[in-house]
Structures are given as C-alpha cells and as structure tokens.
C-alpha cells in the first residue's frame, strides 16, 4: 500500500510500465521514474463542474 500522502501513477513508457509512487505534492510537476529514467508529468488534480465554477467565481 502506498502512504496516505502518495499516491501511484503508471510510467507511460511502453518498455517500462512501472507503478511511481508519487507525492501529491508533485501533482503538474515532472518527476522521472528510477526504473527507465523517463519524464513524465504527474497529472494535476481533476475539478467536477461545480467546484471548476466555484473556483472561477473565487477567481473573478
């Protein structure tokens, strides 16, 4: 299990493949994976509708 601060993305490099226990603190940055030394960038969080429309009302 990963710890509650991390959490697993999948190496898009199709040799490699791994599962990257990344922090969530890395969320739209570039981390490199030790196995096959790709860069890839870790996926930032995912907003629904209505909190994308709170965001742009806090914003505006």
Do not use: D, W, Y
Request: positive net charge.
């Amino acid at each position: 299990m990963t710890a509650p601060n991390r959490f697993r993305v999948r190496c898009p490099n199709l040799c490699c493949r791994r599962l990257l226990a990344v922090p969530k603190a890395a969320r739209g940055h570039l981390v490199r994976c030790r196995h096959c030394e790709n860069t890839l960038r870790v996926p930032g969080i995912r907003l629904s509708g209505t909190e994308i429309s709170q965001v742009a009302r806090v914003v505006a």
